[in-house]
């Protein structure tokens, strides 16, 4: 069964969980300190077939898996890795066995710069994903909130374990579509500043969001023919 840990218990973090559980997989949240942590516990309790632990716990949890099938999925908030000081401090924070495993990072780096470069220099297999979508669709992806088409999500990082990120968002329910190696990371986070735009109404803006929040719009990628 493969497994996922999941760094940060916010609304992305457990919509993204949920969604792993019900397909099957393994979900452990890592909290900085899961025994006082009352967003973990509270999360658990909505999920109790989920688990909790440590960061590097739950890291450590993946890369013991037998199938090797796993992820190490960051959904912490963007202001979090706001620098390259802090973005060297969380990947600190993951410990040795991130070393050679997959990180999907889900973060919106809006209010700051650096932490793509600072992935590229490690040894794991990183990629950038669910930063073009609201968290809405994620917990909807087959396309309800707009035009009940199943929904694309673009990634990118190394072709190399790249069907491995693939296996993941189909669990989530989203059709994967890669666009290339990690540099492409930056590309995806200014969809995601987009995305978050049109849904504010903020600085001129049209507002795309309905009066309650929900956000009605995706980034869809059509083709002849899909491809993961």
Request: net charge positive.
């Amino acid at each position: 069964m493969p497994r996922a840990a999941i760094i940060g218990a916010g609304r992305v973090g457990t919509t993204l969980g949920g969604r792993l559980l019900a397909a099957g997989w393994e979900v452990r949240y890592g909290s900085r300190d899961p025994a006082h942590s009352r967003k973990l516990k509270a999360v658990l309790q909505e999920q109790p077939a989920a688990s909790g632990s440590t960061v590097s716990e739950a890291v450590a949890w993946v890369a013991s898996g037998s199938d090797g099938g796993g992820a190490i999925l960051l959904a912490v908030p963007g202001s979090a890795l706001a620098t390259r000081h802090a973005c060297a401090s969380f990947a600190r924070s993951l410990g040795l066995q991130a070393e050679g495993q997959v990180v999907i990072d889900a973060t919106n780096p809006l209010d700051g710069h650096g932490n793509g470069l600072v992935w590229e220099r490690g040894h794991s297999h990183v990629y950038k994903a669910f930063n073009t979508v609201g968290v809405e669709h994620m917990a909807r992806p087959d396309g309800s909130l707009v035009t009940g088409q199943q929904l694309t999500l673009m990634y990118a990082g190394a072709e190399e374990r790249q069907a491995d990120v693939a296996a993941l968002i189909r669990a989530v329910g989203f059709l994967p579509q890669w666009v290339g190696p990690l540099r492409h990371a930056r590309t995806l986070e200014a969809l995601a500043e987009l995305y978050i735009h049109l849904g504010s109404g903020m600085g001129g803006a049209p507002l795309w969001a309905d009066a309650d929040g929900t956000r009605r719009y995706h980034f869809q990628v059509l083709r002849r023919g899909q491809h993961s």
